[in-house]
């Protein structure tokens, strides 16, 4: 069971839920950002914004927000992209009610997430929308090749925008409707940039309850140039089996642009091992962890797990590039350990999220960690690197009955559990 709230719009109401679903999550699946765009595509925003008020303008957005001019709905009948929704209320919103236009196309989303897509596989079948109504593209799939209606749920990364608008812009035409939305503190000046780089001239609207929408159109015989994603960069000395080694990074994964400073800390202090074992990297991001183990013991299999499409694609180039031919790996998009069989797993190195989409959490690492001791086998151990004030060692001897400090610096603390 889970709480689930209702969207209202113009087309109706929706029950909507994210995922992992979770009796004490109260969080909504949507936002004002969300709730904007649709009631513009509705035709419903009376274009009456709160510009203007302390704190609604984006802190270094130079240009003012324009009156919405007209109400006119929006044509939804051709190829529509969503591209960044983060529970799936817009895809379901707009699938359904393109249901009630015989013959339209599929709609597309296009997500970097598999969270966001179980999510909306869910909000989808609860709204009586089929799968066929909606295709479910990763950011690193081939886009459609034309696009009518492009909607884009600003993503917190600058790099995936870019990334994103890059595969899009072919796509666009002089017709197409461009729309973005956000909330007023995720559009800065350098957001609205690449849209008027990537796409063409842009302009925002007025903002209504904190959020902010974005209006491009395409410029014609524009020069397009490729995406400058994926970036690669070398590592450091002084960082064991992966010194000087090169780590592939594809746009909008964690640190994509230089090694966090905690996982430097881990790959300092990375357990010795030898012979054949079951290692698994989780929430792997560009994989730099998993392929140090591999580096160490080539005996070991390790598996690379990450809920981020372009986590998964970046551990795989990056274990590639450094890793001989022949070290078996295996490379897994999922939700935490849950495709882990039980009893299965030697070792567990992880470097838990502390925010999932905006909402600072710690229920993923604890998922993590559940889930890690699910699948360790007995005497298996779960490696944890975090910032100390996180308190992960109470969760971990709460779960485990043990916990131990690996190594510690004032910031950062490397912890261990045993699965007795
Ligand atoms: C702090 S980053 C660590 C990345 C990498 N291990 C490193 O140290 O550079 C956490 C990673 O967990 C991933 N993640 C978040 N939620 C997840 C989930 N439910 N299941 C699997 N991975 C998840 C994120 O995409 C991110 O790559």
Redesign the pocket.
């Given at each position: 069971m889970t709480t689930m709230n209702r969207l209202t719009t113009p087309w109706g109401e929706f029950g909507l839920t994210r995922f992992p679903e979770h009796p004490r999550d109260t969080l909504r699946a949507w936002d004002a950002a969300d709730e904007y765009l649709l009631r513009h595509l509705a035709g419903a925003e009376a274009g009456q914004g709160d510009a203007g008020q302390p704190g609604d303008t984006p802190t270094d957005a130079g240009p003012t927000g324009d009156t919405l001019a007209g109400t006119e709905p929006t044509d939804l009948s051709g190829t529509v992209v969503v591209v960044g929704d983060r529970w799936g209320a817009l895809t379901t919103v707009l699938a359904a009610r393109r249901l009630e236009q015989l013959g339209a196309d599929p709609l597309v989303q296009i997500t970097d997430s598999?969270?966001t897509q179980q999510a909306t596989r869910a909000n989808l079948r609860r709204a009586g929308v089929g799968g066929d109504s909606v295709r479910l593209l990763s950011a690193r799939d081939t886009p459609p090749e034309r696009v009518d209606v492009l909607l884009i749920r600003v993503p917190k990364s600058l790099a995936l925008l870019e990334d994103q608008l890059h595969r899009l812009a072919p796509a666009v035409h002089s017709g197409t409707v461009v729309i973005g939305t956000g909330r007023v503190t995720e559009i800065h000046t350098s957001t609205l940039k690449l849209f008027e780089q990537i796409l063409g001239p842009t302009r925002t609207s007025l903002a209504v309850r904190k959020a902010r929408l974005i209006f491009s159109t395409a410029a014609p015989g524009r020069t397009r140039t490729a995406s400058p994603w994926p970036h690669s960069y070398a590592l450091p000395e002084g960082l064991g089996t992966v010194s000087g080694r090169t780590v592939v990074n594809h746009a909008g994964?964690?640190?994509a642009e230089r090694?966090?400073i905690?996982?430097r800390f881990?790959l300092r202090n990375l357990p010795r091992r030898h012979g054949p074992e079951h290692v698994v990297?989780?929430?792997?991001?560009?994989g730099?962890?998993g392929t140090a183990m591999a580096l160490e013991n080539p005996a070991a299999r390790v598996t690379f797990?990450?809920?981020?499409f372009s986590?998964v694609a970046s551990a795989e180039a990056t274990f590639h590039k450094n890793v001989d031919a022949g070290t078996a790996a295996e490379f897994v998009l999922?939700?935490?350990m849950t495709d882990v069989p039980a009893g299965t797993v030697d070792l567990v190195l992880?470097?838990?999220?502390?925010h999932?989409h905006q909402a600072t959490t710690d229920a993923?690492a604890w998922?993590?960690f559940t889930g890690s001791r699910a699948a360790l086998r007995t005497g298996g151990e779960l490696w944890v690197?975090g910032n100390r004030h996180l308190g992960y060692h109470t969760k971990l001897r709460r779960l485990f009955g043990n916990c131990e400090t690996v190594a510690g610096d004032p910031k950062f603390v490397i912890l261990r559990a045993v699965k007795r």
């Open positions: 598999y969270l994964i964690f640190c090694l966090d905690g996982t881990l990297d989780l929430g792997c991001g560009n730099v962890v797990i990450d809920e981020s986590a999922g939700d935490s992880n470097n838990p999220p502390f999932t993923t998922r993590m690197i």
